[in-house]
């Protein structure tokens, strides 16, 4: 089962950050991959991205050893983790994070909860709403935006997603 979260915070310290998501994601039995919402154009795209690396799992031709870095490139549309990372990457004093949580439970809400309280951070779905200015700063250009109507922008992001697999 795949979850997706937006949230706002402020990510004083990155390293500890990541520690934390790492221990939760082992306690947990849990893969978790975090991102800079401000770059995350809708649920659909993180949704995407997941499936895209679980399938590249089970087909063995992942590219990294780890569903958590296959879900940050595919997220990103990046064939690379020097490329992907500093493109979807949390930063230090990041205010909207987007998470992407992966496992076979059925049920995620203790779970998520537990993950916010933690990271003291706060629920909020609306950090991951697409914009022009998200396009923008994934890489996508006016003209690609240019050859869709509003209503397909998304389209654009999942096209991204899915091209990995061919650039891989």
Known sequence: MIQ??????????IDVFLK????FAKK????????????IYGKNHLVSAAEHSIRAFERKTNT?????????????????????IPKMGVKKDRK???????????????LTDELLKI???????KVLEGNQEKLRKFGI???????????KYGDLILEKVAMVDIIK
């Open 96 to 110: 909207n994070i987007a998470f992407v949580l992966v496992n076979n439970k059925k049920s995620y809400a203790t």
């Open 28 to 39: 947990n039995n849990v893969v978790i991959q975090v991102f800079d919402a401000d770059v």
């Open 119 to 125: 990271l003291d951070l706060k629920r909020d779905e």
């Open 4 to 13: 997706i979260i937006g949230a706002k915070g402020n990510i004083k310290d």
């Open 64 to 84: 990294t050893n780890s569903l958590d870095k296959e879900i940050l490139l595919y997220a990103a549309g990046e064939r690379q983790l020097k490329l992907a």
């Open 20 to 23: 934390q998501i790492q221990s």
């Open 141 to 151: 250009t006016e003209k690609e935006l240019k050859t869709v109507t509003k209503a």
